[in-house]
């Protein structure tokens, strides 16, 4: 009885530790992180950009995401490593060449690069803080203002400190901050 109160009071601790947000990058010292590897991060893109497979990099581990990445070389599997590794990024999401037509369709997510950095909260209730690799998106985001429903979920780009700005809004948020030419970092928050 005794054990199974400890274990529950450790399981409960680790979902309350992992549920708390506190060591959120600032914006300030993602922008500098961003200046200090962009190289590294230019050539990430620019690996990805060039005909890589699957659409999350690394694997998520199942087969259909083990399978299209067998294409990719070992050589180039070794160099996405290793600067995944430099810049501080835990995973990758890209449109590839095999993905679907009807993805590509939705102009936010076509043509554009994922560099996940940090993630707060459990999946349905929590966010990512992200560098985005993104041409063209104020065109985007501008069209896709016009059906989005701004009651429920506010998608904008802005000079404001992201973390503060997200925290006046009730609805889900998708806030984009300009670094450097087609370069953002990017909050996404849901409730």
Not at 35 to 41: D, G, I
Not at 65 to 85: C, M, P
Not at 171 to 184: A, F, G, H, T
């Amino acid at each position: 009885m005794y054990k199974a109160f400890i274990l529950t009071c450790i399981s409960l601790l680790c979902v309350f530790a992992g549920c708390t947000d506190n060591e959120m990058p600032t914006d300030k010292a993602m922008i500098a992180h961003f200046t200090e590897n962009e190289l590294a991060f230019v050539k990430l893109q620019h690996l990805i950009s060039e005909n890589l497979t699957g659409e999350h990099y690394p694997a998520f581990g199942h087969d259909l995401d083990s399978s299209r990445l067998l294409t990719i070389s070992a050589e180039k599997k070794a160099l996405l490593d290793s600067l995944l590794q430099a810049v501080g990024v835990k995973r990758v999401f890209y449109t590839g060449t095999d993905t679907q037509p009807e993805f590509m369709q939705d102009t936010i997510y076509s043509k554009r690069i994922e560099f996940l950095y940090h993630s707060f909260g459990l999946s349905i209730s929590g966010g990512t803080k992200k560098y985005v690799y993104a041409p063209h998106l104020k065109e985007i985001i501008s069209q896709s203002q016009a059906y989005e429903d701004s009651i429920y979920y506010i998608r904008k780009i802005t000079t404001e400190d992201l973390d503060k700005l997200s925290k006046t809004y009730l609805q889900e948020v998708e806030l984009y901050r300009p670094i450097k030419d087609d370069w953002y970092i990017c909050l996404e928050r849901s409730n």
